[in-house]
């Protein structure tokens, strides 16, 4: 048995990372502010703490244990909400990075897994897709984004100089059963299927054409396990934890209309600050170092999804 640090349980992807890691019979702690998840959520079994993980008071109280591995997914996650509060974005995805890679540093702990995000990339030109994390130089359009690539930094440095075993894993589009159906303002999925259910239309801020990778919650959980067991002392690993596949924004809205079998109007009006227009990530990289891949496909997980929020 292990034990472990899931910042963020109370939110879609650190609750089901902890669900799974407890199940295996591991400890799990967990901080969450509580600003986008639920107390629901947390699984039953998990040390709960409530607060930020960029305040120190909270980081001291982790040092009552001794973690094998930190998963640190807590974080304001959003590019359009980022430009709310870009101090506090800063605060809650860089500084409590930092924070919690000094813990690792003074207890010993040897593994640190960061939730990035493929916003780092910032605009990428369509012939250089499915895109690679050494061949791009990322260029962030979001406040969000700056601070993603800026913890991937601090992980390289601790894994460089100090020899933790780190890894920044660049989450493209999540999406799933227990994803968050009443925050608007984050998650593409999501935000057009709970407005198709609560309201008969769906609106699209920017073209159809526009383009994501969709990556299913169960391989994120599984990428997060399966790179954590791989990662090596003094390694920093950069993967893109994607699906490869190319899904344009109208196909997602179409997939929604069709599984729900309704008459579901559909606007395409306005944009979002920071936006990319299209980006899809190879997963190459972490297929090659740590034998991960991603096993659902859009069309299974957009039912599996639906099936969850008609229920």
């Given amino acids: ?161 100090f020899g933790i075993a780190t890894a920044s894993l660049r989450l493209f589009n999540i999406y799933g059963p227990g994803q968050n159906l009443t925050n608007l303002r984050q998650g593409m999925v999501s935000i057009f299927l709970a407005q198709a259910l609560n309201n008969g239309h769906i609106h699209v801020k920017g073209s159809a054409d526009r383009y994501r990778d969709f990556i299913y919650i169960d391989d994120v959980v599984e990428a997060f396990e399966t790179i954590a067991e791989n990662a090596r002392e003094g390694e920093h690993l950069l993967l893109n934890v994607s699906s490869g596949v190319k899904t344009k924004v109208s196909e997602v809205v179409e997939s929604i209309i069709s599984e729900l079998g309704q008459n579901i109007t559909v606007q395409y009006e306005g944009s979002t600050p920071g936006d990319q227009f299209g980006i899809y990530g190879s997963p190459e990289a972490a297929v090659n170092k740590t034998n991960w891949l991603p096993k659902v496909s859009f069309n299974e997980g957009m039912k599996n999804m639906i099936s969850w929020a008609i229920c």
Avoid at 20 to 25: D, F, Q, R, S
Avoid at 45 to 72: E, M, P
Avoid at 97 to 120: E, H, N, P
């Fill in 1 to 161: 048995m292990k034990t472990y640090l899931v910042t963020g349980a109370a939110g879609f992807v650190g609750s089901k990372l902890a669900e799974k890691l407890l199940k295996a019979g591991n400890t799990v702690v967990t901080v969450d502010n509580l600003s986008t998840g639920t107390v629901e959520n947390i699984p039953d079994g998990t040390r709960f703490i409530h607060g930020n993980c960029q305040d120190q008071s909270v980081i001291d109280r982790l040092y009552s244990w001794k973690f094998d591995a930190v998963f640190h997914v807590a974080g304001q996650s959003s590019g359009e909400i980022s430009y709310d509060d870009p101090v506090y974005d800063l605060q809650t995805n860089t500084q409590s990075t930092l924070q919690l890679l000094q813990l690792c540093l003074k207890t010993g702990c040897k593994k640190f897994i960061y939730a990035s995000s493929m916003s780092v990339y910032g605009d990428v030109d369509e012939s250089k897709m499915p895109v690679k994390e050494s061949e791009v130089m990322p260029t962030p359009k979001s406040f969000y984004g700056v601070g993603k690539l800026a913890s991937e930094h601090y992980l390289r440095i601790y894994a460089e100089q």
